[in-house]
């Protein structure tokens, strides 16, 4: 058996409780017994009862992170983002990854609030609004990638119909008008503003929407290449088609190669998000660049602040998209239609 608080007491020739301070870093101790202390745990390989200690100082030093699909690069970015940081402030980080189930993104808040961490890191896409609303009063938290009407909650995110209108507007640019738009998981919001961004687009140019055009997907790759399925059985087909994620792109793109067909030759492609292997696909892939590894430094940077000032702050960070162009759109602009 390791030793007891007790044990170490006795080394050091002082008492339980002296031990207990300078294991909680509490109160004033003189330097001589501090190292008298720090020597004989050591020597005894003293390990603390972290349930014992959590309940002494009310700090566990972990902060929870909720993301919905950790096989997405985007999320890989933002939490290896987060646990930089948190690492360098003296907190550790603990993962949830709710497979876009909202149930498990509900049971992760719960084992995170109740008795695991210091503050949640919410990419909770599917929750209510009222069920954030009441969890920030519960726990400090910072929401990622959503935008909730409520100042008091810490929140950072980009507005996605405006970089789902660059997007759609690159495309009519290089004369595109018949332009497919994967959409998005239908209990997202983030789904409805990308559809908004493309509609607001095309309308903005004169050009109809077409409801043919818009096929359902859920952010992963075989609904990319599912869409292309779909999308290639229209008497009229498209010539470009918007991607509202990388990963739903890169389905789309790899069916359509399969099927003989070329990107940028017969489909021009965007995509959403930028993750690192829209650069190293081939062609690369035009996208609209969520910035969200600076997204997630400062999400959790504001987060540790207010933790260690115990103030509130107000922080809706609306950060701004770019539109990174690459090999996989065209411009047909001197082609007959
Ligand atoms: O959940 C998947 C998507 O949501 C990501 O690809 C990113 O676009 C985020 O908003």
Redesign the pocket.
Known sequence: MGATIKDVAKEAGVSVMTVSRVINHKDYIADKTRVKVEKALKKLNYMPNMNARNLVTNKTDFLGIVV??IS?P??GDLVKAAEKIAKERGYSIILGDSD?DPEAENGYIEAFRSRMCDAIILVA?RIDDQKIRELSKAIPLVLV?RMISDDDIIQVY?D?AEGAYSAVTHLINLGHTRIGFIM??EN?P?TYRRKVGYVKALEDHGIAVDEELIVQGD?ITETGERAFAELIKLPRRPTAVFG????MAFGFVRAANEAGFSVPGDFSVVG??D?YLSAMMEPGLTTVK?P?IQMGKQAINVLLDSLSTKETVNLRANLKHELIIRRSTRSILDEEQ
């Open positions: 919905p699909d997405n985007f999320f876009g896409p990638d980009l996605n998005g998981p997202v983030n952010f509202s994620n990388d990963l959403f998000d993750v969520y969200i």
